[in-house]
């Protein structure tokens, strides 16, 4: 069978399960964006996580502004790796996220990066009026888009590409192929500088607004520069190194 005709028979069953499976209210947008896709997602589940998996700069600001909603829990500060029950473990690769540690757990039906309800289908918004979260779920949709982005943002070169207009953010030159993410504040700066910052501004360091795209060259340099800062900062809360360099 012709790779076409697969996928065309593939879409036709996909569909099938997907219209059997639809409630009678679904998020529009999401179902328009399934139908959309080279391969339709074949159930409601899997077309709001498509959805979301395209739109991850819209998840970023969603999952942030979900966050705000719920604020930090009373007395929590942050403790980098405090989630995972290790001092530092994580470093600063992973944002604060207070409802995923131990002392705060929100339990089922909460999204355990942003605090928020979650409804069907990982939605954030209770378009069904039923008034009860979705027992079964930890994390919206959304929320686990934008987890990916704060962890993992060089899997969303294209996305942070397009925001762009292709040019370097620092540079303004046209974006070659082996462009790198960069984080405009390194992160390292983000707990000295920052730290005592209300949660989930924070948030922001890891998310969209801090992210860039820049030419590896532009890149190199860049992590030169706070690499040589972060020596001098050692050498100054550090005489004896001092002493040796
Ligand atoms: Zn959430």
Not at 20 to 35: D, E, K
Not at 139 to 165: M, N, T
């Amino acid at each position: 069978m012709a790779a076409s005709d697969w996928r065309a028979t593939r879409n036709r069953q996909a569909l099938l399960r997907l219209e059997r499976a639809l409630p009678p209210i679904f998020p529009a947008a999401v179902l328009q964006h399934a139908l959309s896709r080279p391969l339709v997602p074949p159930t409601p589940r899997l077309a709001v996580e498509s959805f979301w998996r395209s739109h991850v700069l819209r998840a970023d600001r969603l999952a942030r502004a979900l966050a705000a909603r719920s604020g930090a829990p009373e007395g929590w500060t942050w403790r980098p790796g405090a989630e995972t029950g290790g001092g530092g473990a994580a470093g600063f690769r992973a944002p604060p996220s207070p409802y995923r540690e131990a002392a705060h757990l929100l339990g089922r039906g909460r999204c355990c990066v942003c605090g928020q309800p979650v409804y069907r289908f990982g939605w954030h918004v209770d378009l069904w009026g039923t008034g009860i979260p979705n027992r079964n779920a930890g994390w919206h949709s959304a929320c686990v888009a934008a987890w990916k982005l704060w962890l993992a943002p060089s899997d969303q070169i294209p996305a942070l590409k397009r925001r762009q207009g292709h040019r370097c953010a620092v540079s303004g030159k046209r974006l070659l192929r082996t462009a790198e993410i960069d984080h405009r504040v390194p992160l390292y700066r983000v707990w000295r500088e920052h730290r005592d910052a209300p949660w989930p501004s924070l948030l922001a360091f890891w998310g969209a607004p801090n992210l860039q795209v820049v030419n590896r060259a532009v890149h190199a340099a860049k992590c030169r520069d706070e690499a040589g800062e972060r020596a001098r900062l050692r050498r100054a809360s550090d005489p004896d190194a001092a002493a040796d360099g």
